[in-house]
């Protein structure tokens, strides 16, 4: 029997509260030749996704009312180029707004090692709904999923908060949720460097 197609974006079309594919959009305002200069690939231009190791979990830490595209023009503004994170969920829907070949500007010093998951608003004193966590759960345990068994070639070692990565001076994703990272209920975690 053949395998049944399997894509992850398949995978997170299951997202329990909804999902979004905003890449092909989100890169119509970005700056593509800085992407496609710093992109994961090899000489022959296949995406190099071993070099991923780590999921870093992110809040965007606005308190205002701002969307996955309003973040996307903001780091514009600011001269990234593209937005910062590669997935991010806000009221618990999952948007994915960056293509994983791409090095986006989320943890300093641990991009080309990593990609970045973000929780849109502040959660510095409060902890997401209880739907952005449920989704969060969902596409860890999709990126997992996929890349521990679609792709021998990802070695994903483990899933950390931004505040835990070194050099990294930040409270993002907030001090009282973070620490539910590590309590057990995510999928094969991995003890940060
Ligand atoms: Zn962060």
Sequence with gaps: ???????????????????????????????????????????????????????????????????????AQQAMKEGEPTIEYHICIQNGKVFWTAR???????????????????????YSTKEPNPQDLEALRFVIAALYEFFGQGWGQFRLLGLVPHMWVKNNSTACPGKIWSRALWDGQWPKLGAPE
Excluded: W
């Design 1 to 71: 029997m053949p395998e049944i197609p399997y894509t992850l974006k398949r995978r997170l079309e299951m997202a329990p509260h909804g999902f979004e594919d905003l890449r092909a959009e989100i890169e119509k305002i970005s700056d593509m030749a800085a992407l496609n200069a710093s992109a994961r690939r090899d000489a022959q231009g296949n995406p190099l996704f071993h070099k991923i190791e780590f999921i870093v979990v992110h809040h965007s830490g606005n308190p205002n009312p701002h969307t996955p595209m309003s973040t």
């Design 100 to 122: 994983f070949v791409y090095v986006t500007n989320h943890t300093y010093g641990f991009n080309s090692r990593s990609i970045g998951v973000c929780v849109l608003g502040d």
